[in-house]
Every structure is written in C-alpha cells, then in structure tokens.
C-alpha cells in the first residue's frame, strides 16, 4: 500500500512544478505568452483534423459554452477557421490556419529548449532514470 504522506508529497510536487515552469516560461524573454490550454488546444485542433466544437468540449472535459469561448479567441486572432461539414452543414468544423501553424510551430520550439535547458542541468544518468520513472508512471495511470 503507498505511503499516503508520499501521495501528498507528490499532489504537491506536480503542482508546484507546474507553476514553476508557467512563472519561468513568463520571465523568459521572447516566451510566447500562450497558455498550456491554448496550445493543447490549437495542437489537438491541428492533430485531430478539423474536430467540432463538441470533439473539443470531450477532450478538454469543459462545457460546450467554454470550449466556444476559448475557440473564439482563436478565432478572432485568425488561429483557426471555421468551416461547414461537406456531408452536414449543420456541422461545424475547425481548421488551423497558417498564422495558427506558425505560431503552434514556434511555441513547439520554445518548450523544446525551454525543456533542454531544464533537463542539462540533471546528469545522463539522471536524465534517464528520469524519463524511465515517468513513462512507468504514464504506463500505469493509462491501465
């Protein structure tokens, strides 16, 4: 049985993490100010091909009422577009855009270095042991 005080420690760990990662990702000079969410979500409306509104609601885990509101702000940047269905025109598809592209490309990058800078400072066997851990711990959440 795992040790609850561990359990804790590790709620706490993953949060804390997170909040680092998003205050350095703000000081750091040519940072995209893009959030997590935005960019899970332009990267899901670029890997899923041209998802509804719906399609993103369910992955997300929000209501429809919050997946529009974060959808328009794409759109109102010109990230995404909005299309009709071929087969149901009732239907609404997102598509990314160039602009959307570029940005999703270069925001790619910036976690990249971000990460390989973060990563440098443990050593090669560290790094390892690092990446076997989480893709155990991945393993098991996804059983």
Request: no cysteine; aromatic share 10%; hydrophobic share 35%.
């Amino acid at each position: 049985m795992p040790d609850e005080n561990l359990e804790r420690k590790l709620i706490k760990f993953f949060f804390i993490m997170r909040r680092v990662l998003q205050e350095k990702a703000k000081k750091e000079k040519g940072v995209s100010p893009f959030s997590f969410l935005k960019f899970a979500t332009l990267r899901f409306i670029s890997k899923k091909r041209n998802p509804t509104m719906k399609e993103i609601a369910q992955w997300l885990k929000i209501t429809p009422p919050s997946a529009t509101s974060l959808i328009d702000s794409f759109f109102k940047a010109k990230l995404i577009k909005r299309e009709f269905d071929r087969k149901d025109r009732r239907i609404i598809r997102l598509k990314i855009t160039e602009k959307g592209k570029k940005l999703l490309k270069e925001t790619q990058q910036e976690h990249r270095k971000r990460m390989k800078r973060f990563i440098s400072k443990l050593s090669p066997r560290d790094q390892k042991n690092l990446l076997r851990i989480l893709n155990n711990f991945h393993k098991s959440l996804t059983q």
